[in-house]
């Protein structure tokens, strides 16, 4: 209760995916296994180019950084989801719920940065190889990596500061299984379409900025392996490429649908759907990609694993 006798919600109620019991146990096997292949998979690709000195390039430092970005993102939804999944109470406080909405949407906007970060690497590497070694240096790689994380975490902290000081006087149920911007304004005493606003045209401006970006990039990448003259380096120059494109596609299609194309038409449902395939989906199929369709990737994973098993045996 505050002053002036109107109560304030000190917590929130996330709905997720309502059912009976024996959906929610398929719904928390299914979402665990995913989480396991997640952080499994990411964690080995950072195990991976931490120690396999080959692995020291700007590349393999982005997709690095990259990984450790999904192993968070997926961590600070997942986990209150799967025990939300075996709980009747499925409450949230209201500092955990703007904690998690702060670290969803600026590990999103960061992923979106590094997405650029590796798209720039690529047109460098295959654009002009004879200028790589000399443009993307260490320090230069550092800095696009220090710009990624300190802009995606920069991005969207004013309008949420904003937003977590509206008055929540109740009703304080949250119809998805995460914190997002559309049900918690929702939810506010007050109308505040300027915050709003200002919330959904910061999140179009860096979507739309960061694929035109990428997909410019790409255009001029997939012009220059067209003229290479070998069969293997065409090759070699797609399976690298094409497994970018293929995250990007992926993260850039189901975001672009719930911030930037208009979704009132939408149902809840879908808007969870959606949510769910760049929220957990996505962070499972990178390093599939990244392992599966890089043959150095692939010999360093398989340096880990038997590293891990000589540990285990000895």
């Known amino acids: 209760m505050n002053k002036s006798g109107i109560s304030t919600v000190t917590q929130f109620v996330l709905l997720g995916f309502p059912g009976p019991w024996k959906m929610q146990i398929i719904f928390f096997s299914m979402i665990l296994l995913v989480y396991i292949l997640t952080l499994t998979g990411n964690i080995a690709i950072i195990c991976a180019v931490r120690w396999d000195h080959q692995l020291h390039t700007p590349m393999y430092v982005f997709l690095a950084n990259f990984s450790f970005l999904e192993v968070w993102y997926v961590t600070c939804t997942v986990p209150n989801m799967l025990v939300n999944f075996l709980s009747k109470i499925k409450t949230i406080s209201f500092s955990g719920c703007f904690t998690q909405f702060y670290f969803f949407f600026s590990l999103g906007t960061t992923e979106c940065f590094f997405l650029c970060a ?97 997909l410019g990039s790409y255009t001029l990448v997939l012009r220059a392996v067209l003229r290479v003259p070998s069969s293997f380096g065409r090759q070699k120059a797609f399976s690298t490429c094409g497994s970018h494109l293929v995250i990007v596609s992926l993260f850039y299609g189901t975001i672009m649908v719930m911030y930037v194309s208009p979704t009132s038409g939408n149902s809840v449902a879908m808007h969870k759907i959606i949510t769910l395939i760049y929220s957990v989906v996505t962070p499972v199929l990178n390093p599939l990609i990244y392992s599966l369709r890089n043959r150095d990737m692939k010999f360093a994973l398989h340096q880990v694993l038997c590293g891990m098993r000589i540990m285990q045996t000895s």
């Open 118 to 214: 590796m798209a720039y690497d690529r047109y460098l590497a295959i654009c002009r190889p004879l200028h790589y070694p000399t443009i993307m240096t260490g320090k230069l790689c550092a800095i696009l990596v220090s710009l990624c994380w300190l802009t995606g975490f920069l991005g969207h902290s004013v309008p949420i500061l904003f937003i977590s000081q509206l008055p929540y006087c109740g009703p304080n149920i949250i119809d998805h299984f995460l914190c997002d911007v559309d049900p918690l304004m929702a939810l506010s005493c007050v109308s505040s379409p300027i915050i709003e606003h200002v919330f959904h045209s910061v999140s179009s401006l860096i979507i739309i900025l960061t694929i035109s970006y990428i």
